[in-house]
């Protein structure tokens, strides 16, 4: 289908429209990841780091491997670098629009610090990958993504690992927080009460078309968020020539926005539950699994390795990632509550620098293509 011959406003109508999909779609993929895992006596950390981790991801993963297909290398990777920083902001107008107060303080298991470290490290390796260009090794594919897609397998397994030791113990916790909260990264367990782990047990012993059922939901969400990662993506490289905007800002803004819609709604829902912990959990699990993206949109992408072929603006959302990611870790340490109008001090720093970034990302945009 060729979405240049649909004027500006039905290409914009069909971004919208494919955005609505995802959004519903998304949020019942991570409903139902969430019942697999306990039907199935997965772990919390593996459940979510695999589960909900892949299905909140899936619109990224549609959309990076449909622009690849269409050749527009721009869109596939500041569409992830433009996620991982979108979706770090997110934590700042939902610590606005929920905690009113500082997210991170209420946040105070340790396994965070450990996961913000490894998503920094990711992004840098790709700005290396970025900076000192690829090789092929494997027909059109190149080196770099094979690094990113391993280094983010270790890092499911030092998060893991991480979980299951004593290692900090937070005090002056403030009310209504617990020092041990669950997390689709790898975190600790959360304590339960008797009646909340027999109702946990009574549905993971469940009958079997129960767990039936939610792998067929599960499976049927997925394709829609399939499809609409699909359209979204379409959509966006036809505005990108419509507009006149360039591919790498257009991926970085809209499709971005778009594709990171299951993450806002799961992040919410997290902080709407009392588990402030999760809520910054699940951002920084599937901005690391975003990073290690590259190696499918590579597969895609014909015309050699995806990373040469990416223009400056990637470097720039991938630096500004950087930055958001170091700023909340230094939240987290200081673990103070300073609020400016009811917005944690170190979100209100991560949303001016996020707003910046833009604005560099628009002067700086290359012409379309």
């Known amino acids: 289908m060729d979405f240049t011959g649909f004027p500006l406003w039905g290409n914009a109508a069909l971004l919208a429209g494919a955005g609505l999909v995802v959004w519903l779609a998304g949020g019942r993929l991570a409903r139902n990841a969430e019942r697999i895992g306990v039907a199935t006596g997965m ?12 299905a909140t991801s899936l619109p990224e993963i549609a959309t990076t491997v449909s622009a690849g297909l269409l050749g527009n290398a721009s869109l596939a990777v500041n569409n992830l670098f433009g996620g991982v920083a979108m979706q770090m902001a997110v934590l700042a107008v939902i610590d606005f629009w929920l905690v009113k107060g500082a997210l991170t303080y209420f946040s105070p298991d340790s396994t965070l610090l450990l996961g913000g470290v490894l998503l920094i490290l990711q992004v840098a390796v790709s700005i290396v990958a970025v900076a000192a260009g690829d090789v092929a090794i494997l027909g059109h594919v190149g080196a770099w993504p094979f690094v990113l897609a391993a280094l983010y397998v270790l890092s499911l397994y030092f998060m893991d690992r991480y979980a299951k030791r004593d290692v900090w113990t937070p005090k002056a916790l403030p009310d209504g927080a617990s ?6 990264f790898g975190e600790a367990v959360p304590e339960r009460d008797g009646s909340e782990a027999n109702a946990r047990g009574d549905e993971a012993n469940g009958d079997e078309p129960s767990l ?39 991926g970085a803004t809209l499709v971005a926005l778009t594709t990171s819609l299951p993450e806002i709604s799961t992040t919410a829902a997290a902080v709407r539950a009392g588990n402030h912990t999760m809520a910054i959990a699940n951002i920084f699990g599937t901005n690391t699994l975003e990073i290690a993206l590259l190696l499918p949109s590579d597969l895609t992408y014909t015309a050699g390795p995806i990373v040469d072929a990416v223009d400056r603006s990637a470097l720039l959302m991938a630096g500004l990632s950087v930055v958001l990611t170091a ?5 987290l340490l200081e673990r103070r509550n300073r609020t400016v109008f009811n917005l944690g001090l ?16 628009y002067l700086g945009s290359d012409s379309p293509g």
């Open 346 to 361: 170190d979100s209100a720093w991560a949303l001016g620098a996020y707003v910046v970034g833009l604005v560099l990302l």
């Open 212 to 250: 039936l059922w939610a792998g067929v939901q599960f499976a049927a969400a997925a394709g829609f968020v399939l499809v609409g990662g699909w359209v979204v993506a379409s959509a966006s490289d036809a505005l990108s020539e419509q507009t006149g905007l360039s591919g790498g800002f257009v």
């Open 179 to 184: 020092d041990r909260g669950g997390s689709s």
């Open 43 to 54: 772990s919390e950390a593996l459940a979510g780091a695999l589960l909900l981790g892949v």
């Open 327 to 331: 700023i909340y870790l230094w939240g």
